[in-house]
């Protein structure tokens, strides 16, 4: 079995750190290309900047499997200089505007430090109390710094280990990233191993369709971050929506807004985990989206199913993971690679 040791988190820490809010992911193109040069057979940057990565298998036609994962993050662009150091901006991805006000942010290549403001409590009237702020009144105030319009914004939380768990921005998909990385390095020689770090998949799956379209392959995986609804209920009811759990290792999609999976992947999947006894769990449908939406469409058709790792606090300035969800996907995936052959996708 693969191992989480210290090179894994200190890969997924330089990852999370790095700034690649959608349609400018440059700064984890960087990292990802450092990293896979030495153990791919190809590598180019598509017209749209995603990572496109093909290492070869035995053999004289082995199976071709896409695994695809996104580098964006959601974050913020500056769409207006109010001057004195206020800017106006909008949200990229979706992001819940209940998490912004008073949160610190890196804007720019530069990363100049600035905070998301809004009046103060003292200065409003009850109902404004009562309501969450818009994002039309909040502005990122940087002081003598400058910004211009287009500028990403990211969350300015850096990443920790706290025992058994992660905390970051960005974990969604940072992790699927760190996961395609150690897959490479260690891809087994019965299929062509395709993969796919794509960009924009959280303003509508878009680099995942045009990497997809390029590699014809003949299935495809979606390695995400899910959401964990796993929260207490208070008034004291089971909570039975919960989607995803943290600790109950990679939920393996059955279907959720964009795609049914295909059935033939699903029950390869929990049959792998259930002869290596990795723990898995299956995803309830509902909600959310993963790049095997877009995939799954492509060319004439792509059987896909989508395999995450659960964290909760989707999409906020800090996100938590278990180390041990990560390690179980990642070995979930490895050993399905290793089993996978062209009687899979025989109905």
Same mark, same amino acid.
């Given at each position: 079995?693969?191992?989480?040791?210290?090179?894994?988190?200190?890969?997924?820490?330089?990852?999370?750190?790095?700034?690649?809010?959608?349609?400018?992911?440059?700064?984890? *193109?960087?990292?990802?290309?450092?990293?896979?040069?030495?153990?791919?057979?190809?590598?180019?940057?598509?017209?749209?900047?995603?990572?496109?990565?093909?290492?070869?298998?035995?053999?004289?036609?082995?199976?071709?499997?896409?695994?695809?994962?996104?580098?964006?993050?959601?974050?913020?662009?500056?769409?207006?200089?109010?001057?004195?150091?206020?800017?106006?901006?909008?949200?990229?991805?979706?992001?819940?505007?209940?998490?912004?006000?008073?949160?610190?942010?890196?804007?720019?290549?530069?990363?100049?430090?600035?905070?998301?403001?809004?009046?103060?409590?003292?200065?409003?009237?009850?109902?404004?109390?009562?309501?969450?702020?818009?994002?039309?009144?909040?502005?990122?105030?940087?002081?003598?710094?400058?910004?211009?319009?287009?500028?990403?914004?990211?969350?300015?939380?850096?990443?920790? *280990?706290?025992?058994?768990?992660?905390?970051?921005?960005?974990?969604?998909? *940072?992790?699927?990233?760190?996961?395609?990385?150690?897959?490479?390095?260690?891809?087994?020689?019965?299929?062509?191993?395709?993969?796919?770090?794509?960009?924009?998949?959280?303003?509508?799956?878009?680099?995942?369709?045009?990497?997809?379209?390029?590699?014809?392959?003949?299935?495809?995986?979606?390695?995400?971050?899910?959401?964990?609804?796993?929260?207490?209920?208070?008034?004291?009811?089971?909570?039975?929506?919960?989607?995803?759990?943290?600790?109950?290792?990679?939920?393996?999609?059955?279907?959720?807004?964009?795609?049914?999976?295909?059935?033939?992947?699903?029950?390869?999947?929990?049959?792998?985990?259930?002869?290596?006894?990795?723990?898995?769990?299956?995803?309830?449908?509902?909600?959310?989206?993963?790049?095997?939406?877009?995939?799954?469409?492509?060319?004439?058709?792509?059987?896909?199913?989508?395999?995450?790792?659960?964290?909760?606090?989707?999409?906020?300035?800090?996100?938590?993971?278990?180390?041990?969800?990560?390690?179980?996907?990642?070995?979930?995936?490895?050993?399905?690679?290793?089993?996978?052959?062209?009687?899979?996708?025989?109905?």
């Amino acid at each position: 079995m693969l191992a989480i040791g210290s090179p894994q988190i200190k890969l997924l820490e330089k990852l999370c750190n790095a700034v690649g809010v959608s349609g400018d992911e440059g700064e984890v *193109r960087r990292i990802v290309l450092d990293e896979v040069k030495p153990y791919a057979d190809e590598v180019r940057v598509d017209a749209l900047g995603s990572v496109l990565v093909r290492k070869k298998g035995a053999g004289r036609k082995p199976l071709r499997v896409l695994l695809d994962c996104h580098m964006d993050e959601v974050g913020l662009m500056i769409v207006r200089d109010d001057g004195d150091g206020f800017y106006e901006f909008r949200a990229v991805g979706g992001i819940d505007r209940r998490h912004l006000v008073g949160k610190q942010v890196v804007v720019g290549k530069e990363r100049a430090a600035g905070v998301i403001g809004a009046k103060p409590i003292h200065l409003t009237s009850a109902s404004e109390r009562g309501s969450a702020v818009p994002v039309e009144a909040m502005r990122i105030d940087l002081g003598e710094a400058k910004a211009n319009v287009g500028d990403r914004a990211a969350f300015a939380t850096k990443f920790r *280990r706290v025992g058994p768990s992660i905390l970051s921005k960005a974990i969604d998909n *940072r992790i699927g990233v760190a996961i395609l990385i150690e897959l490479l390095k260690h891809a087994p020689p019965n299929v062509e191993l395709c993969l796919a770090f794509s960009v924009q998949e959280e303003i509508g799956l878009r680099g995942a369709r045009v990497a997809a379209y390029a590699f014809e392959p003949d299935f495809a995986i979606a390695v995400d971050s899910t959401p964990a609804r796993d929260f207490p209920d208070y008034e004291g009811r089971e909570n039975y929506l919960y989607n995803a759990k943290l600790g109950m290792g990679p939920a393996i999609y059955t279907a959720h807004s964009p795609v049914i999976s295909d059935s033939r992947l699903v029950q390869f999947l929990v049959g792998a985990g259930d002869k290596h006894q990795i723990r898995y769990q299956l995803r309830q449908p509902g909600g959310g989206g993963t790049d095997a939406g877009s995939i799954q469409q492509t060319r004439a058709g792509v059987p896909v199913v989508s395999v995450s790792v659960p964290h909760r606090y989707t999409h906020s300035p800090v996100s938590i993971s278990r180390v041990e969800d990560w390690k179980n996907t990642l070995n979930l995936l490895h050993v399905a690679l290793q089993e996978a052959t062209p009687n899979l996708l025989k109905r």
